[in-house]
């Protein structure tokens, strides 16, 4: 049997062929622990930072309107629509989401204050969407 550290890919297939012949005593239970958990953790990750990308967008469309293009409203609608897909594919991810609300939003006013030039930040210290809004692809901050 290869090892975890010789060949990635073969130790996936080998691992995956032992399960599927319900042979669990060749298992590598400990890197398939590991490997379970960092796949959950990419996944948090990726909403996380969708999330951060939409925020950042929403919130440049809505403190710089007179700079609003179709780019912008572009990946707004993509986050979005990857979002739904992740939430589609995890929804236990779903009932997180307030959770990861507060560290998307730091990272998108981050990001935001970068790309918009202001000095000081126009932002709210918190979040003013809400969870419903933020994925509801009709919504667009005002003014």
Request: net charge negative; charged share 30%.
């Amino acid at each position: 049997m290869t090892s975890y550290d010789a060949d990635f890919h073969q130790w996936i297939d080998e691992q995956t062929a032992a399960l599927k012949a319900g042979q669990f005593e060749r298992l590598d239970v400990t890197h398939l622990i590991e490997e379970l958990d960092s796949m959950s953790a990419r996944e948090r990750r990726e909403l996380i930072n969708r999330l951060a990308v939409l925020l950042a967008h929403l919130l440049k469309w809505q403190f710089q309107p007179e700079r609003r293009c179709t780019n912008w409203r572009l990946t707004i609608n993509e986050q979005r629509r990857q979002l739904a897909l992740l939430l589609e594919d995890s929804p236990s991810l779903a009932q997180r989401l307030p959770e990861f609300l507060e560290r998307a939003y730091r990272n998108g006013t981050r990001a935001a204050l970068e790309e918009t030039g202001f000095l000081e930040s126009p932002f709210p210290e918190s979040c003013a969407y809400g969870i419903e809004q933020i994925l509801d692809e009709d919504f667009m901050p005002a003014d």
